[in-house]
């Protein structure tokens, strides 16, 4: 039995050294006797790797206390590549006076077919874009500019759904605009209506189910929310003596202003006997009901904002909102201010920011953990570089008038590189405004397991910071 067993022993040991690198290519190892069983375990346990696969790396051998041989970690950041730190800014804009070419750096060649140059232009990092663009995005862009316009006595629309922005599942937006006193006709819609009054002062009335009316008058900057199946109005008022425009977001990317309840398109489609009765009057009252819907029409301006007398009162929680009264939180960058059910309680599935970044700034990275994000332009030049996972990046170039689109989860910024302040929208079809800073992040988490990942030395780690940032200044 002992010489078994010493036997066993002796062969497994020999097995143990013949899996060894060679003395050559490995560092020295403790000379400390190790016991038999130790090394037994080790070899049943733990596999041994080749150093020759990682050359650059040295891998350093410890005896614990147990007596085992381990290895210690590889630093993550030295098992790959590191980035490259060539710049990628945009290489022309809509001021610069060379031609577009579809080339950066060393990559690419010449255009030699017909181009549309303002096009080029407004987006450089669609015909030469970084290096770091790659894979797959579906396209996030879309200005009003090339939205079909329904032109109507008193006012037009154009509008923006998944029919022109694939990507823009969740919510579209309608751009409108009305003369003094025009009117967009009594509506209501399956889906939430949310505005933003760009210019001139809107009226707007309502009935909720319970019978309760409201009327108020609505400013630039301003807010309206009509919760699905509300009917409501819009008048432009004389305050303006253009009358007004608004932007209205919906949420359902697949609305369309097209397919609207309007009040005359109902009743011209109601059997004249039935509306007699259901009215309670004679049959000739409706022979000046029109045909065909109004939609938008021109009509005298709204001479009181006070609603009717109403027996049940008015709506508890207000169709309105005075946003532009709300004060920006002022950032090294820029501004911002958040709107959403807690201070504009009516206002369920929509939440919003609006945000101004100075230039040379940028709204720093973040994203957005469950909601997508439908941006609009009010002013000024940006750019949106958007991450996907996987690998999958693509950058986007925005002037005012243009739509944006982030989709839940993806990874993002927002920078400004025009010569003056940048400001826009920022909606989420949610009823509490949320974003998760990548600075914040990586500052609140343990420091070593940062430096693992990213290989950032102390001054690095202690400039990180614990709250969020937003918009931030130039470096």
């Not at 490995?26 to 090394?39: F, H, K, Q």
């Not at 399956?190 to 019978?211: C, I, P």
């Amino acid at each position: 039995m002992i010489r078994l067993s010493s036997c066993l022993c002796a062969l497994l040991i020999a097995g143990f050294t013949s899996a060894a690198p060679a003395a050559s290519s490995a560092p020295a190892v403790s000379s400390a006797p190790v016991p038999a069983t130790s090394v037994v375990s080790a070899a049943s346990s733990t596999p041994v790797l080749s150093t020759s696969a990682i050359p650059s790396v040295p891998v350093t051998s410890t005896v614990k206390g147990t007596g085992t041989t381990v290895g210690s970690a590889i630093p993550a950041t030295q098992t790959v590549p590191g980035i490259s730190l060539d710049p990628n800014f945009p290489l022309w804009n809509e001021t610069t006076t060379e031609e577009p070419e579809a080339i950066r750096g060393s990559l690419g060649a010449t255009v030699l077919g017909p181009v549309n140059d303002p096009i080029d232009k407004q987006n450089p990092d669609f015909l030469a874009p970084p290096t770091t663009d790659h894979g797959s995005i579906s396209n996030a862009k879309w200005p009003f500019s090339l939205s079909h316009n329904r032109l109507q006595t008193g006012g037009w629309a154009r509008q923006e759904n998944i029919g022109v922005m694939p990507i823009a599942t969740e919510m579209a937006s309608v751009n409108m605009r009305l003369e003094a006193g025009a009117v967009r006709e009594m509506h209501w819609h399956k889906t939430a209506e949310w505005a933003y009054v760009l210019k001139g002062t809107t009226q707007v009335s309502s009935v909720d189910t319970d019978g309760k009316n409201y009327v108020a008058n609505v400013g630039p900057g301003d807010l309206w929310y009509f919760p699905p199946g509300i009917p409501h109005s819009l008048q432009a008022t004389t305050s303006d003596p253009d009358g007004t425009e608004f932007i209205l977001v919906f949420d359902n990317g697949a609305f369309s202003e097209d397919s609207t309840f309007l009040l005359t398109d109902w009743l011209a489609h109601v059997p004249v006997e039935v509306l007699a009765k259901n009215f309670q009057v004679d049959d000739s009252v409706f022979k000046t009901i029109p045909d065909e819907e109004l939609y938008i029409f021109p009509a005298n301006p709204p001479a009181t904002d006070k609603a009717p007398s109403d027996p049940q009162g008015t709506v508890s929680n207000p169709f309105s909102f005075s946003f532009s009264d709300v004060p920006a939180t002022k950032l090294s960058g820029g501004s911002v201010k958040v709107v959403d059910s807690t201070t504009f309680a009516i206002s369920k599935t929509i939440a919003a920011a609006e945000v101004t970044v100075e230039p040379g700034a940028m709204r720093e990275l973040h994203w957005h953990p469950t909601e997508d994000e439908w941006s609009f332009f009010l002013e000024g030049n940006a750019r949106v570089t958007i991450f996907a996972a996987q690998s999958n990046a693509r950058t986007f170039d925005y002037q005012q008038g243009d739509i944006g689109y982030v989709p839940a989860s993806m990874g993002h910024y927002v920078e400004n590189i025009g010569n003056t302040t940048l400001r826009f929208l920022e909606i989420f079809k949610t009823d509490k405004f949320e974003d998760v800073s990548l600075n914040q992040w990586l500052a609140l988490s343990p420091p070593a397991l940062v430096k693992a990942h990213l290989g950032f030395s102390d001054d690095i780690i202690a400039k990180l910071t614990k709250t969020k940032q937003t918009v931030i200044g130039p470096a």
